[in-house]
């Protein structure tokens, strides 16, 4: 049996902080980690710029961003899903 091709992609899940951008929203992605010295769980977040086609994120939504291949030099990740629209 041969390969595909296909890899599993990424994907997360975190909140939109800003769509000042055309086509791209900054995804900020919360996770616990344990101190290995403490074991205390510490919440650590990383900032990813997505590609959004459509324009349809807004700030304060939380989306599902998937990994893909680059798509400009800070850019490789898609916004796959809008899971919960903020109120605006």
């Known amino acids: 049996m041969q390969n595909s091709g296909q890899r599993n992609k990424r994907t997360m899940v975190g909140n939109v902080t800003s769509d000042k951008m055309d086509k791209t929203v900054?995804?900020?992605?919360?996770?616990?980690?344990?101190?290995?010295?403490?074991?205390?769980?510490?919440?650590?977040?990383?900032?990813?710029?997505?590609?959004?086609?459509?324009?349809?994120?807004?700030?304060?939504?939380?989306?599902?961003?998937t990994e893909c291949r680059p798509l400009?030099?800070?850019?490789?990740?898609?916004?796959?899903d809008i899971v919960v629209q903020a109120v605006k």
């Open 26 to 65: 900054v995804v900020e992605v919360s996770t616990k980690v344990k101190h290995p010295t403490y074991k205390k769980y510490i919440r650590k977040s990383s900032k990813y710029k997505a590609h959004d086609p459509e324009n349809r994120c807004a700030i304060g939504d939380t989306v599902a961003i």
């Open 72 to 80: 400009s030099k800070d850019k490789c990740w898609r916004v796959s």
